[in-house]
């Protein structure tokens, strides 16, 4: 049982790799031994984050539009001119609606935030088929993660992202759909949830971490080998038994269910009670 957790001479695809989540995600990876492809929209950004990694293990990256499916469908091209296979891929790409009153939500928002954190998800899934399939059993499944968050797992985020809460339960519903269909053929789907990890995406454990310390019951926010980890699991042999779940990583936060009214004693300018 040693080599549990080791993702040795597995391949993986990190969408949003170059930052946040995904890529704390792909240095585990390449720390537990994979050869990682992390893909984003802006090359600068990868090949700083490739240098980093590339000083730990193997990591290339694909500069690609994932809020497409012709943009999923270009990566997904360019991905079979490297390799023949796909042992993990990690839907990571993601964004926010940012919290906006009611009437401030557009039509265009409301589409962006929906298209890139669920329905690229499925198309992803559907366009990498072809390299996961290869080799793939219930005695070796490949493995698809997809990352959803506690504001789609019954938390109501303090400020009322309505668009990126609703994509995100769905996140989590499609993986179980996915799960179902695919586990069959060896191709195993699960969720992750995080809750509030520091990045461009949550700037709020960003740049608030010790107030956010003061209401989630593990008194610190999320660290990167928390979310690595939880990813390494459901990648390597130790999670090769989980099909269609729905892991969180949250510290405690969505189990105690933090209150609307005791965020506004900490940022009273920005949420507001008056509804």
């Given at each position: 049982m040693r080599d549990l957790f080791s993702l040795e001479g597995k391949t993986a695809v990190v969408t949003g790799g170059s930052t946040g989540i995904g890529a704390m995600i792909a240095e585990g990876f390449v720390n537990f031994g994979a050869k990682v492809y992390i893909v984003a929209r802006r090359e600068e950004l990868l090949q700083q984050k490739q240098v980093e990694l590339g000083r730990i293990g193997l990591c290339e990256y694909l500069v690609a539009d994932v809020g497409s499916v012709a943009g999923i469908k270009e990566l997904a091209k360019a991905y079979g001119e490297r390799e023949d296979s796909l042992d993990i891929l990690v839907n990571n790409a993601g964004i926010s609606d940012g919290g906006q009153?009611?009437?401030?939500?557009?039509?265009?928002?409301?589409?962006?935030?929906?298209?890139?954190?669920?329905?690229?998800?499925?198309?992803?899934?559907?366009?990498?088929?072809?390299?996961?399939?290869?080799?793939a059993s219930p005695a070796t499944p490949r493995n698809v993660i997809n990352i959803a968050s506690i504001d789609g797992c019954g938390k109501l985020n303090a400020f009322y992202n309505y668009a990126y809460g609703a994509s995100k339960a769905g996140v989590i519903q499609l993986g179980r759909h996915l799960g179902d269909r695919l586990a069959w053929e060896g191709i195993q789907v699960n969720t992750l949830s995080p809750g509030d990890f520091p990045s461009d995406?949550?700037?709020?454990?960003?740049?608030?971490?010790?107030?956010?310390?003061?209401?989630?019951?593990?008194?610190?926010?999320?660290?990167?080998?928390?979310?690595?980890?939880?990813?390494?699991?459901?990648?390597?042999?130790a999670g090769n038994f989980n099909v269609g779940s729905n892991l969180v990583v949250d510290g405690g936060e969505s189990v105690r269910g933090i209150q609307r009214a005791f965020y506004a004693t900490i940022w009273p300018d920005l949420v507001k009670l008056d509804r």
């Open positions: 009153e009611i009437e401030e939500v557009t039509e265009e928002t409301w589409d962006a935030v929906m298209d890139l954190n669920l329905k690229t998800i499925f198309f992803m899934t559907q366009s990498f088929l072809p390299f996961l399939r290869v080799g995406l949550n700037t709020t454990a960003r740049d608030h971490t010790e107030e956010m310390k003061r209401v989630i019951p593990a008194k610190r926010i999320g660290e990167k080998e928390n979310i690595a980890g939880a990813a390494i699991f459901l990648a390597s042999r």
